[in-house]
């Protein structure tokens, strides 16, 4: 005689489900599966990272996984006045200085199209990232090349599309990946 197969009940699936939900508002990372009532894995929830590398050596932002809202203010430093961009993530970072006047002669704050140029003879357009488990890092990349599409820049908030981006390092974000907030 063959001992009867335990099976799960219809509740089961609902709460992996939940399980899976809690998780990932938690931050949590990793996979966890959802069983159907044959106890068969039928699909997965996997928890974002905001700034990851993915298999194929290119950079993940994503923008809606912040754990905390991205600073986005216009400054004044020593180098003229700038939108500045950047994450509070406590693993990574991910941020734009985009100078208006002082620093870089191809872009002065207009919407468009542009390309990445941190340097005084370039548009000014800077970027630095921090990926965790990325070597090197690059806290300061003038290197970095790309297009950076200024969608929406004021006080209130920021829309940017980052297109093509490579780093120093040689990690890219090859895009689009829209920035808004």
């Known amino acids: 005689m063959t001992p ?12 992996w489900a ?3 939900a809690a998780l990932a508002l938690a931050g949590c990372s990793g996979t966890v599966g959802t069983e159907g009532g044959d106890g ?4 997965t929830t996997e ?20 754990t905390e809202a991205a600073y986005w203010a216009l400054e004044a430093g ?12 406590p693993d990574g970072l991910f941020s734009i200085e985009a100078y208006t006047s002082g620093f870089g002669t191809g872009w002065s704050g207009e919407l468009g199209t542009y390309p990445v140029g941190c340097s005084r ?3 000014g357009i800077c970027l630095h990232m921090v990926v965790p488990g990325a070597e090197p890092n690059l ?16 006080a209130e908030g920021y829309e940017l599309v980052l297109q093509d981006i490579v780093f120093g390092n040689g990690l890219a974000i090859p895009g689009p990946v829209r920035l808004a907030g």
């Open 18 to 20: 939940l399980t899976a």
């Open 47 to 66: 928890a974002v990272e905001p700034i990851s590398v993915a298999t194929d050596g290119s950079v993940e932002l994503a923008w809606e996984a912040l």
């Open 139 to 154: 806290p300061s990349d003038f290197a970095a090349s790309g297009l950076v599409t200024f969608v929406r820049l004021d």
């Open 121 to 123: 003879a370039g548009t």
């Open 4 to 15: 009867p197969t335990a099976r799960p009940g219809p509740g089961v699936a609902a709460r």
């Open 40 to 43: 068969d894995v039928s699909s």
């Open 78 to 89: 020593d180098d003229g006045e700038f939108w500045y961009l950047h994450t509070n993530e």
